[in-house]
Structure formats: C-alpha cells, structure tokens
C-alpha cells in the first residue's frame, strides 16, 4: 500500500500551496481521506477530512484558508492551503484507513 504525498514547500506568508496524495489503495472511492500535520514538539493534529461522498470539515485554525478535494478517477486527495500563516510550518500527512503517507513538509516564513 502506498500513500504518496507531494507538494509541500518553501512559501512565504500570504501564499498559497495545493497538496497531493496519491493512494493505491482499490478502495480509495469508498474511503474517507485525511490530512493531519505535525509541528516541530507538538502532537499530529487532524487537518481536513472528505469522505466517499465528498463531504468537509475542517479543524478550525484552517477553515476559509484551506480546501481539501478529491479525484476517484486518479486515486488522489489534494489540499489547497491558500492564506498560508507561519503557524502552519508542518509535516503534512495524508491518510487512508489505517494507512499513513510518508509526509510533506510546508515551511512557512514571516
């Protein structure tokens, strides 16, 4: 089972990114998705979820900044991160049942 995530960076502060996770899974159309992220010292936090049928949420510190999205056709979950703030300098993970992707970091400078 892969989960392959890319996209991440180096942005400043005002920017945006769009994270992608490519899964192998033959499931994926019927799995929820999610992103979580873990800071330097802190604990692995839940992003964004979107389930088989599409449905958001969002934790709050990201909620009107960032999209999570979905492509069935190409196995793949996304996250658009617009508004990017320093405080979301992470590793992002994407993940899939029991399932995690190796991680993407995101810098984000002031």
């Known amino acids: 089972v892969q989960l392959q995530a890319s996209g991440g960076g180096l942005v400043q502060a005002g920017g945006s990114l769009r994270l992608s996770c490519a899964s192998s899974?033959?499931?994926?159309?019927?799995?929820?998705m999610g992103w979580y992220r873990q800071a330097p010292g802190k604990q692995r936090e839940l992003v964004a979820t979107?389930?088989?049928?599409?449905?958001?949420n969002y934790v709050d510190s990201v909620r009107g900044r960032f999209t999570i999205s979905r492509d069935n056709a190409k196995n793949t979950v996304y996250l658009q991160m617009n508004s990017l703030k320093p405080e979301d300098t992470a590793v992002y993970y994407c993940?899939?049942?029991?399932?995690w992707g190796q991680g993407t970091q995101v810098t984000v400078s002031s």
């Open positions: 979107i389930s088989s049928s599409g449905k958001t």
């Open positions: 899974l033959i499931t994926f159309s019927f799995d929820g």
């Open positions: 993940s899939e049942r029991q399932y």
